[in-house]
């Protein structure tokens, strides 16, 4: 398992998987160990998967500072793996809250990203979160199915804060309800780091006018992707994160859910592994 030494001295691994040119991979939860994301779907067979466990969780040590949990202070452990790789620039993917600091590095170093993909993802660096609203009208949209009866009014108590977190809510995030997904959403406890989960989106972190600026200007292209069954960021949300970008492609993929990879894996792959194949900016601005 490589490893490699962020600025303040913490031990952080990364796991590589499939073949072809490296795409670093960070993940979401947020702070959950980048296992989860698996080979997304069989992306591995068009690119070597760079997964980083980010601080504090999976392989990766537990920095002496509880602070650097912080999105925004991530960000220098993408530019110490980058430097580590020994890459110019990077293609660079994002799920969900990873997503986030994945915009945050491009933001800070615009000229080392060759191309960025941000799959289910509203920026909360741009000051875009998913409203209890959003994620009440992508749950009704799944009312026909045999497990929605017992779980809506869990969503709505645990949206409304009147309850905590029910196993029963897990089929809301996924397009099929089918055992790949009821494996995947087992093993999410187990998973995360609940307590750099609690700091990660600190919002003194965040500066939304800056961060949009320099977004504004980026010069890699760009991918946001959205689950046509996700609440969190629904399709809209997506496509106003898109809209932060000059050179922004936006996707909706049809009946996925939070994990568009499990969902329909062909659709996913064939899309994302175009995009990253196709050109990126000769320069940056």
């Known amino acids: 398992m490589p490893t490699f030494t962020a600025p303040d001295g913490t031990r952080l691994a990364y796991h590589l998987r ?10 979401g939860g947020p702070m959950r160990v980048s296992a989860y994301l698996g080979d997304l779907g069989g992306l591995t067979a068009h690119r070597r998967l760079v997964l980083l466990d980010l601080r504090g969780t999976g392989e990766s040590a537990p920095p002496a500072d509880p602070a650097t949990y912080r999105c925004d202070r991530q960000v220098e452990d993408v530019e110490a793996l980058r430097a580590h790789l020994g890459l110019e620039r990077v293609d660079l993917l994002g799920h969900s809250a990873g997503g986030s600091l994945a915009a945050l590095y ?18 909360r660096p741009l000051g875009l979160s998913a409203t209890a609203a959003d994620r009440l009208t992508a ?40 055992e790949t997904a009821r494996a995947h959403a087992q093993a999410d406890e187990r998973q995360t780091n609940e307590e750099a989960a609690a700091r990660y989106f600190t919002e003194a972190a965040f500066d939304p006018a800056a961060t949009r600026a320099a977004l504004g200007e980026l010069a890699a292209p760009v991918l946001v992707l959205a689950g046509g069954l996700d609440g969190g960021p629904c399709p809209d949300l997506a ?16 009946g996925a859910g939070h994990y568009p990879w499990l969902d329909d894996p062909e659709w996913f792959v064939s899309r994302v592994a175009a995009f990253f194949a196709g050109p990126a900016p000769l320069s940056a601005k």
Do not use: C, H, M, N
């Not at 499939?18 to 993940?27: H, R, S």
């Not at 491009?106 to 920026?123: G, H, M, S, W, Y």
């Not at 969503?155 to 089918?178: E, H, I, K």
């Not at 496509?239 to 049809?254: K, N």
């Open 18 to 27: 499939g073949q072809g040119d490296p795409l670093v991979v960070l993940p």
């Open 239 to 254: 496509r106003r994160t898109a809209e932060a970008f000059a050179r922004a492609e936006f996707l909706v993929q049809p």
């Open 139 to 178: 749950a009704r949209l799944r009312s026909g199915e045999e497990w929605f009866e017992a779980a809506y009014p869990k969503l709505v108590a645990w949206l409304a804060g009147t309850a905590d977190y029910d196993p029963l809510l897990a089929p809301f995030f996924y397009g099929r309800w089918d």
């Open 106 to 123: 491009a933001a800070r170093q615009p000229r080392r990203v060759a191309r960025l993909a941000l799959i289910i993802t509203a920026v």
